[in-house]
């Protein structure tokens, strides 16, 4: 299983919407459970967002095609993308169930 490192930054005005569309994902996926799916959001101070993915399911969900449907008008850096390797993971989101609300 591959995995991307995703990253770019949010117009001020567009922050609240991108986290609302992300928490979207994450509702759909709570339902439909594809057990394919890996898939870690961080949202950083400045407005930043890294996505850390596996792929394999993600992009048929509604709710991802609605997050990606305008995701370049929201950006204001250019989204980088690079493949990763995970080198170490030592329980790092073990009880991690309180995800900031949208």
């Known amino acids: ?13 567009s922050i609240a919407q991108n986290r ?23 949202e950083l101070e400045n407005g930043e ?20 449907a305008d995701h370049a008008a929201r950006r204001s850096t250019p989204l980088a993308r690079s493949p990763v390797k995970i080198v170490g993971n030592y329980r790092m989101l073990a009880g991690a169930d309180a995800a900031v609300p949208a």
């Open 20 to 42: 609302m569309l992300v928490a979207k994902v994450f509702e759909a996926l709570d339902a439909t459970k594809p057990q394919s799916v890996r898939y870690l959001v961080l």
């Open 1 to 13: 299983m591959g995995y991307n490192l995703i990253r770019y930054g949010v117009k001020d005005e």
């Open 49 to 68: 967002f890294i996505h850390l993915v596996s792929q394999d399911g993600l992009t048929g969900l509604d709710a991802f095609k609605a997050f990606s």
